[in-house]
């Protein structure tokens, strides 16, 4: 796992224009034989939660899970990690409002394989859907985040917005509980209400 986080750490300096020595080396090394670029850190720990339910540690495996930061850097990742760069696999999971950028980056096929899978919405949209509002509130009153929910829900902005875009908007309105719900969601899922998406993606790798 370290040597997967050096290389991801390698990755986004390459991007950002440090040297593609450490990349190549660690990739050599480990070796990396797939990666899934996704806009954030939440995407992460939602594919990498759904993998180690289904008994695998993608690491291991050689897959890295990329968080870029934000969709659009999409192509300037692929550039450097697919073919004419490193030559990896490479894998995606978007929004639908980021189809666009994939497309653009991966293709719409990997060969006879499809390289990149859109959520309706987004993860947190189609995860709230798969469980339900119940269950979902049920898991903030588990992490202890009840009260905090019931302020929120007062605020007028939230008014004509209905129970599940509620939710999403409260996931995403502090830092650092949008990565932890990217858990806690998979977790709480039956194993027949995974997502298309994320569902999609893992059978891929």
Known sequence: MADMDAFREAVVAWVAGGPGEPVHELAARLPVRAVVLVEGPSDVEAVGALAERRGRNLADEGICLLSMGGAMSVGRFAGLLGAPGLGLRL????DEAERPYYARALGPVDGARQSFFVCAADLEDELIRALGVTRVEELVREEGELRALQIFLRQPAQRDRDAGQRLRRFIGTKSGRKIRYG???????????????????????
């Open 91 to 94: 894998l995606g999971l978007c």
């Open 183 to 205: 858990r806690v969601l998979v977790e709480a899922l039956d194993q027949d209400r995974v997502p298309a998406p994320l569902d999609e993606l893992l059978t891929s790798l």
